[in-house]
């Protein structure tokens, strides 16, 4: 069983992106039960953008039924060794191109890794 947590600026984006798609809560606990069989994912829907043998930092899709055939983007930190899930980002890919990559960096430096 994996451990969840998240960033206070993560929850802050899930509540105000929660007001637009009401069906955000169940879409991100379907995505939990996949993340419990492939924690870095799974095919073309994840991208791990930083990997190492202690963390692993993956961007993944987010398929949200209020959208209908457009996703959202859910970046998390994976920690084998835990089995531990820290979420750090959540946006609209219509909203925003990319993830915020100073979070990442800014994520990784509290952490202690280079």
């Known amino acids: 069983m994996i ?11 899930f509540k105000r992106l929660f007001k637009k798609y009401l069906s955000l809560e169940k879409d991100l606990n379907v995505l939990k039960d996949a993340l419990e069989l492939f924690p870095t994912g799974q095919s ?5 953008i930083y990997n190492s043998e202690e963390i692993k930092v993956v961007k993944t899709r987010l398929f949200c039924r209020y959208l209908k055939g457009s996703t959202l983007r859910l970046v998390y930190v994976y920690y084998p060794k835990e089995n531990k899930i820290c979420f750090l980002e959540i946006y609209f890919k219509g909203d925003k191109v990319n993830e915020d990559r100073e979070r990442i960096k800014g994520y990784l430096k509290e952490i202690g890794v280079k």
């Open 3 to 13: 451990n969840y947590e998240s960033l206070t600026i993560f929850d802050k984006e």
């Open 44 to 48: 073309n829907n994840s991208e791990i």
